[in-house]
């Protein structure tokens, strides 16, 4: 959406940056061989090939899988066979908790990571332990303004927010900002927007929100996170 329109911002990375920035990853990992996997739409697509073109190891399959996940034992075998130290998957949770489970029956060892659309695969504690996630938020992150923000949702709803959760959050912090700052004024609200660098930067609990001229973040990336007992756990020095 992002470049579209000079009235288009958003407060999420996106997925062509958070390609590159998985790919790197993987690589501080010391992985070598990956299998790419992605679900056939904008998404994934964009996700998968952002991954591939950055990976400086070998990428021994490119493939597109059902987003269904009907096609997880064949994916996981081809893995196995080709002796994948990683499995990297840019679509969402459903294919996402079909192929690890496939993981687990083939015993596949190789690490499975994925991007923000794999947060959901912690409905599946046993399929999911282990997996890498780059997710937009954690509510294990141990940052003094995220764990704020956790107990003041987990006291409202009762439960622990997710992703969406602060993402919109941050959103309507920044919209209340430019209009204490501009007044009801289109115009004004949104070169106000625009007008937000590091310097001038509004904090969210997702990080620091300031824009570069598409309408993009800057410098905004995901937490690393590891599921761990059905949770999303930042891995240590990741970023």
């Known amino acids: 959406l992002t470049g579209i329109s000079p009235w288009v911002f958003r407060v999420i990375s996106s997925d062509s940056a958070n390609g590159v920035d998985l790919a790197r990853f993987a690589e501080r990992l010391g992985k070598r061989r990956a299998y790419v996997l992605y679900e056939n739409d904008a998404y994934g697509r964009g996700l998968g090939d952002a991954f591939r073109r950055t990976f400086k190891g070998q990428i021994i399959g490119f493939d597109p899988f059902d987003s269904e996940g009907r096609d997880a034992d064949v994916m996981t075998a081809y893995a196995a066979a080709q002796r994948a130290d990683l499995v990297f998957v840019a679509g969402t949770e459903r294919s996402g908790i079909a192929l690890l489970r ?30 890498l996630i780059g997710a937009p938020f954690s509510a294990r992150d141990p940052r003094p303004e995220a764990q704020r923000f956790v107990e003041a949702f987990r006291t409202k709803y ?30 004004k609200i949104r070169d106000w927007l625009a007008s937000r660098t590091t310097r001038s930067a509004v904090a969210g609990v997702t990080g620091s929100i300031a824009f570069q001229l598409s309408g993009d973040p800057i410098g905004k990336t995901f937490v690393m996170t590891r599921v761990r007992n059905g949770q999303l756990v930042p891995v240590e020095g990741a970023q």
């Not at 015993?107 to 999911?128: Q, R, Y």
């Not at 927010?161 to 900002?177: E, F, Q, R, S």
């Open 102 to 131: 496939a993981a687990r029956t083939a015993g596949l060892s190789a690490d499975f990571l994925g991007g923000d659309g794999w947060t959901g695969v912690v409905a599946d504690p046993a399929a999911a332990e282990g997996a």
């Open 158 to 187: 009762g439960v622990e927010p997710d992703g969406n959760a602060a993402l919109a959050y941050d959103a309507v912090t920044v919209m209340a900002a430019a209009l204490r700052a501009s007044g009801p004024d289109r115009a």
